[in-house]
């Protein structure tokens, strides 16, 4: 197996802090810019004809991000953010009025808001309840969903079930293998928004049968901001209607006065117009080059080797961490501290960035931390506590 890329070069973010903030914004990956640059030099040298050198990025994307999904390229969209997804799917859906959609009351707004618009259709969204998987979490901030709440709120009108696989505030990972069979055998469509798993936590799209998977690609995935990508499974488009369209989504290409209607079927059908393409090659850029060797797999399992080392390292007399059971833990730690805005405001100019959503303290390392930057993040973290 190739070393995980850990150098200052690849993430020149180094040599200013230690960077633990991989579920908020993350550093975006040199190899990235550089691609968007030679693309972009490329365009401002030969205007159309840049694609006469690159061939077509969209489609070196869809390949690429497959890959990471375990689907094929027919599957992929490029998308600006993971709403953009959702809401294509949301829009899109044939919802009846009575329909429902089950959620959960702490969902980031990205994947709220697209279902809540759905109830000017007449469909209900049903929200479960936030409760404690583990049965001994402190109380006062989101903590996640149970299995139990979900299948019993199952019913024949349910349609859709759409939750993200880690939840942003606790880091509460579902456990989507059981989580898809759920909905599987149950007939619903289950709808994932991966902003924060995409990267992390290996998603093998296809074989859970999901209907669909949205993620941003600045995040785990150190892309560009403004970058995501879509999922969707061949069964779910024939279902869907198209609710943004424009030149690049006929089949005609170029032959703009035939408005012959025929749209594609395929992952295209939600690209509708011209993409941002320098920055759709810097996504794959950071997916080739940083995810497919060592897999997600490894990186998943390096991320919880970098975590428990920082849990070792931390006072736990400051620090209230989170425990899940292993199936539930993900790429974010989250804490209960006392004055939780104020640590993170000093943790950051002590030289260690994390963040704070929820009421909880974050604390994201990712594959390219160092055990040097794990134990000297523990030493000033447990400095600004003072403890
Ligand atoms: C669970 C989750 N979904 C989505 C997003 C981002 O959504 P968007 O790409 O629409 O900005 C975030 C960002 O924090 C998130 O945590």
């Keep these: 197996m190739k070393a995980f890329r850990k150098d200052r070069e690849s993430f020149p973010i180094k040599e200013s802090t230690i960077y633990l903030n991989h579920c908020g914004i993350a550093p975006l990956y040199s190899g990235a810019l550089r691609a968007q640059q030679e693309f972009s030099e490329l365009h401002m040298r030969r205007g159309i004809a840049v694609f006469a050198e690159t061939g077509n990025p969209l489609s070196a994307f869809h390949e690429i991000a497959g890959r990471l999904l375990a689907a094929p390229a027919e599957d992929i969209s490029f998308m600006k953010n993971t709403a953009e997804g959702l809401s294509l799917i949301a829009a899109g859906y044939d919802l009846k009025p009575g329909d429902e959609i089950i959620s959960y009351v702490h969902e980031y707004p990205s994947n709220h808001y697209p279902w809540r618009l759905q109830e000017r259709r007449g469909a209900r969204l049903v929200l479960l309840e936030d409760s404690d998987p583990t049965g001994s979490l ?27 696989h880690v939840q942003f505030t606790s880091g509460f990972a579902a456990d989507l293998p059981r989580l898809a ?33 949205a993620a941003s690609g600045w995040k785990w995935l150190m892309g560009p901001i403004g970058t995501g990508v879509l999922y969707t499974s061949p069964e779910l488009r024939s279902r869907l209607s198209v609710t943004l369209a424009g030149a690049d989504i006929v089949q005609q290409g170029d032959d703009y006065l035939n408005h012959t209607w025929q749209p594609f079927t395929d992952g295209r059908m939600f690209e509708y117009s011209t993409a941002a393409l320098a920055l759709a090659v810097a996504l794959r850029a950071c ?8 897999d997600v797999g490894a990186i998943q399992r390096e991320n919880l080797r970098l975590q428990d080392r920082l849990l070792e390292r931390l006072n736990p007399a400051f620090f209230q961490y989170l425990r899940f059971a292993p199936e539930n833990r993900s790429g974010i730690m989250s804490f209960r501290v006392p004055a939780v805005a104020e640590f993170v405001s000093r943790s950051v100019k002590a030289g260690v960035f994390v963040s704070s959503r929820g009421g909880y303290l974050r604390i994201a390392p ?10 000297g993040a523990a030493e000033i ?5 003072g403890v």
């Design 138 to 164: 402190p109380t006062g901030c989101p903590r996640g969903w149970s299995l139990e709440e979900l299948t019993s709120r199952i019913n024949d009108r349910t349609r859709i079930v759409a939750l993200s």
């Design 181 to 213: 069979q759920l909905c599987r055998d149950r007939g619903v469509d289950l709808i994932i928004d991966a902003a924060q798993s995409l990267g992390s936590i290996p998603i093998d799209a296809p074989g859970l049968g999901l209907a669909a998977v």
């Design 287 to 294: 997916m080739e080059d940083l995810f497919l060797e060592p």
């Design 366 to 375: 990712h594959f390219c931390n160092t055990d040097e930057e794990i134990d």
């Design 381 to 385: 973290l447990n400095q600004v506590a």
